[in-house]
């Protein structure tokens, strides 16, 4: 009777400890999976922080909206990163973004990709709220997951916890404070889910069968919804608009590039500023003008007279800022897209240029602060007397 009582509780405890040790684990792996959630949403917080107040951080003479390049050579800090336009993978420059030295749940060092139309240098010749990501997602099944807030559905840059390592991948201590390999150059012993370190084209984010990469992205549209919030957005924007307007404002104005009919205007792009002088050699806004002169438009009397009615008087031409894309409506996403006016002016403000009427039109732009992840998509139309 002793025995069979015996080996009963051997049993059970062999039970308990078994059990103990499975929830152990666990707990350990619950542990380490929100460490490594905890890292990857604190970076992308960070990361958004830096591209809002980019023109505060000791750029003046630049507009908001970039992303720092990676950390290149283990040091934590930011570098000039390849060529513009051209993606770049490193580590993420925790001490650029005032940030400690975070990790993952494995204790790994967490890294970085940027697309080439973002970051900051060399910057891109255009980046607004029409610019698209570089990074496209897909799932466990292959399937594209098209990320909102990007025109595309692409991710402009992407964190990466690189986890344990696995079968193969082989990770050297390295003198640097994240161990080797700082520049990428066997990023496959980290990373399995980049499909490529580098280039203009797209590239492809996958997970792979028994990979362990946990990713986090960042869309253009995530870090202009943020500058919207600014109270200090709205009139910064304004006010690159006005200037441009008294730039425009000569005796007699420029020509209009690429010239429509359009009643008593011909209306078109804009001619380049750097070469009228005056008021348009503005190093403060060099940057921004560059950045958002395709989302404007600008109109001049065909016969040279005031032939425009505004608000306050007769103009001579008109400067219009068209605002986000209203949707479907008005692609952006080619080169060609982008050639197209009624892509960025709407319906109504065409008519009234036609009918010779700026009054009516809205003159100052006037960003959804209380939601904003609605387009601020109202045209805005200044005149030139």
């Excluded at 103990?20 to 792996?29: M, N, V, Y």
């Excluded at 975070?102 to 900051?120: F, M, P």
């Excluded at 070469?275 to 060099?286: H, K, S, V």
Aim: aromatic share 4%; glycine share 12%; net charge negative.
């Amino acid at each position: 009777m002793v025995l069979p009582a015996l080996l009963v509780l051997a049993a059970l405890g062999a039970a308990g400890w078994l059990l103990s040790q499975q929830t152990s684990a666990a707990t350990r792996q619950l542990r380490q999976d929100m460490q490594t959630a905890q890292a990857l949403a604190v970076a992308r917080e960070a990361l958004i922080g830096f591209a809002v107040t980019y023109r505060n951080r000791e750029h003046p003479t630049a507009d908001f909206g970039y992303l720092p390049c990676p950390d290149l050579d283990g040091d934590g800090s930011s570098e000039t990163c390849g060529a513009k336009d051209q993606a770049s993978v490193g580590r993420l420059p925790y001490l650029t973004l005032n940030l400690p030295d975070l990790r993952d749940g494995a204790g790994e060092c967490l890294w970085y990709a940027v697309g080439g139309g973002i970051k900051n240098n060399p910057k891109p010749d255009i980046l607004n709220w029409d610019s698209s990501g570089r990074f496209r997602l897909h799932d466990a099944t292959g399937t594209v997951v098209p990320l909102p807030g990007d025109p595309a559905g692409l991710a402009a840059a992407v964190v990466i916890a690189a986890g344990p390592a696995l079968p193969g991948q082989e990770r050297s201590a390295g003198p640097a404070r994240c161990g080797g390999d700082p520049e990428a150059r066997h990023i496959r012993h980290y990373v399995e889910a980049l499909g490529a370190t580098g280039g203009s084209d797209v590239i492809d984010v996958r997970p792979e069968p028994g990979g362990n990469d946990r990713i986090a992205t960042i869309t253009t549209g995530d870090i202009y919804r943020q500058l919207k919030r600014r109270s200090s957005y709205g009139p910064y924007l304004q006010g690159l608009l006005q200037a441009i307007a008294a730039c425009l404002g000569r005796s007699p104005l420029p020509a209009v590039v690429a010239p429509e009919p359009l009643g008593p205007v011909v209306l078109g792009r804009l001619p380049p500023l750097e070469q009228l002088g005056g008021p348009c050699r503005n190093a403060d806004l060099r940057d921004a003008t560059a950045n958002w002169a395709e989302t404007m438009r600008y109109a001049r009397c065909r016969d040279g007279s005031d032939c425009l009615v505004g608000t306050a008087g007769r103009c001579r031409g008109a400067l219009i800022f068209g605002g986000e894309s209203a949707g479907g409506s008005q692609p952006r996403l080619t080169p060609a897209d982008r050639q197209v006016t009624p892509h960025y002016l709407e319906a109504p403000t065409l008519a009234a240029l036609s009918a010779g009427r700026l009054a009516g039109l809205a003159e100052r732009i006037e960003l959804p602060f209380g939601s904003a992840d609605a387009a601020a998509s109202t045209d805005v139309a200044l005149c030139i007397p």
